[in-house]
């Protein structure tokens, strides 16, 4: 009759043999636990066997996952990863960045998260017929509330965004990239309001993007990235007409885009752009509410610069009048003391 330490360690040296065969078929792997030398009882040294089998055969299970995942993504080498986990997880591989380099873990999944939720509820709402970039907006301040009171946090959503719109252009992916650019452009709309340095969102050059022209979206991403990874890109559409689109939704052109050069903007609120007179005269009655308000918010900026002009008009008139009193004073002392030719 076999002992049960001889039964023992027969399966510890099968399932040695079983995992150098299937470690030489898969590539070289981390070094084979051993059974523990000082292990002296028989029932201990058999379920220490079993345990060092089975976390053998887990890593193996492991390993060939991935390769399968590899595979599937078309990268048999496994040199890089999905987009989705490099992103989430911030591995540094040999891939270019485009610029994303977030100070923290935490900020690299921050971003992460902030930009996939915003991606998920614009797509769902857009299915709907909704307006998924303003829910999209709304879901990321219920779920994000700590990003929009962190201007660092959101420069590096942007540059986030940045990395994202990149590379989906160098996949010749434009429609993916357009939604990328809106929202950083959006962003950075919301950093320059945030440091006076404007009084209010321009949205006629957030939403510019959202159809933007291939011409017009390259240079986009282009001037932003700290790489050259468009600049071939840029050399192929850098031929294409830019174009603008026209403010009206009954407009009757093409997608509502004409050259930029021809659009008209309202000299009211300098916001909303047209492609015509009558496009504009057709858009006055749903447009006269938002132009009044975006006229009243840049209000405050033009009666600025309106006061500083007043205060500089009096300060060189006084000037002139001091000037004129002095004139006059010194030519009554001029008369007064006057010697007659002598």
Same mark, same amino acid.
């Given at each position: 009759m076999v002992s049960r330490?001889? !039964?023992a360690t027969n399966k510890g040296r099968k399932a040695a043999k079983?995992?150098?065969?299937?470690q030489e078929t898969n590539g070289p792997q981390k070094q084979r636990l051993k059974v523990s030398?000082?292990?002296q009882d028989e029932d201990d040294f058999l379920n220490e066997a079993i345990m060092i089998a089975a976390t053998e055969k887990q890593a193996l299970e492991e390993v060939?996952?991935?390769?399968?995942?590899?595979?599937?993504?078309?990268?048999? *080498?496994?040199?890089?990863?999905?987009?989705d986990t490099a992103l989430?997880?911030?591995?540094?591989?040999d891939r270019c960045w485009h610029g994303f380099k977030p100070s923290s873990h935490r900020q690299h999944v921050l971003c992460y998260e902030f930009v996939k939720t915003f991606g998920t509820v614009h797509d769902e709402a857009t299915a709907r017929?909704?307006?998924?970039?303003? #829910?999209? /907006?709304k879901a990321t301040e219920e779920k994000h509330p700590e990003v929009w009171k962190d201007m660092a946090c959101i420069k590096s959503i942007i540059s986030c965004c940045l990395c994202i719109g990149t590379k989906l252009i160098c996949e010749g992916e434009y429609n993916g990239s357009r939604l990328y650019a809106t929202l950083a452009r959006y962003l950075e709309e919301v950093i320059a309001v945030e440091n006076s340095i404007q009084n209010d969102i321009y949205w006629t050059k957030v939403f510019q993007l959202y159809g933007a022209d291939e011409h017009t979206l390259v240079k986009y991403f282009r001037r932003r990235i700290p790489c050259n990874c468009l600049n071939e890109r840029y050399d192929e559409v850098k031929h294409l !007409?830019? #174009?603008? /689109? =026209?403010?009206?939704?009954? =407009?009757? #052109?093409?997608?509502?885009?004409?050259?930029?050069?021809? #659009?008209r903007h309202c000299t009211k609120c300098c916001q909303a752009n047209y492609c015509s007179i009558e496009c504009q005269r057709a858009d006055w009655k749903s447009h006269k509410k938002t132009c009044v308000d975006w006229s009243s918010k840049n209000k405050t900026e033009d009666d600025v610069l309106e006061v500083a002009d007043t205060q500089c008009h009096e300060k060189i008139t006084d000037i002139a009048a001091m000037s004129k009193?002095?004139? *006059?004073?010194?030519?009554?002392?001029?008369?007064?003391h006057c010697t007659h030719g002598w």
């Open positions: 330490k001889k !039964t079983q995992g150098k065969k299937t030398k000082n292990v060939a996952a991935a390769e399968e995942r590899r595979q599937d993504s078309g990268d048999p *080498q496994g040199h890089h990863q999905t987009d989430r997880e911030g591995n540094d591989d017929n909704e307006d998924g970039f303003v #829910l999209g /907006i !007409t830019k #174009l603008g /689109i =026209c403010y009206n939704p009954n =407009c009757p #052109l093409p997608d509502r885009k004409t050259e930029r050069c021809k #659009l009193a002095l004139a *006059q004073e010194w030519s009554e002392k001029a008369e007064k």
